[in-house]
């Protein structure tokens, strides 16, 4: 039988290159979810977040992502996405709508902006419509959709996977 020690908080495991992926969040309901968006941005080695409205991360919950992990903070999306997309990014909504592809078989750019909904109201109209594609992660029970910070870091995670290193 195999004994398994456990080692806790192992270094972080270099990327070959920087990631490419950007996480967008509008303004969120709760900063304890913003704080847990940017912890898994940061363990997965995204180094940009753009934040709206009065963003402000709880450090108990962001913990050191702060050290690696720019966070922008702007009064709106649109005009972020739009700079963005001329740079050469392809904006993808993580949302259910009637033209979501699932999360499963969809293949990420690797010059991605991931769009993150508001917790209750979801992606709103003027940000879907900038949207490149759209992206949902099934749900196999209810309640029908998962948390915004859940949601995002299974959205990171699968970007992440696709592109492992950097």
Not at 29 to 54: D, E, H, K, P, Q
Not at 80 to 97: D, S
Not at 105 to 111: E, N, P, T
């Amino acid at each position: 039988m195999t004994e398994f020690a456990q080692q806790r908080h192992q270094p972080a495991t270099p990327l070959e290159r920087p990631r490419e992926l950007i996480v967008a969040c509008p303004p969120m309901r709760s900063n304890v979810n913003l704080s847990r968006i940017a912890r898994a941005a940061g363990c997965f080695g995204v180094r940009r977040m753009i934040c709206c409205g009065t963003a402000k991360l709880i450090g108990k919950i962001a913990r050191d992502s702060t050290e690696s992990l720019l966070i922008e903070v702007h009064r709106t999306l649109p005009p972020v996405l739009a700079r963005l997309k001329q740079e050469g990014y392809v904006l993808i909504g993580l949302e259910q709508t009637n033209d979501s592809r699932s999360i499963h078989d969809f293949a990420f750019a690797r010059r991605t902006v991931l769009v993150i909904g508001n917790e209750r109201l979801g992606i709103e109209p003027e940000v879907l419509r900038m949207l490149d594609q759209t992206v949902e992660i099934p749900v196999y029970g209810t309640p029908d959709s998962h948390n915004a910070a859940t949601a995002a870091a299974i959205g990171i995670y699968e970007y992440c996977r696709q592109f492992p290193a950097g």
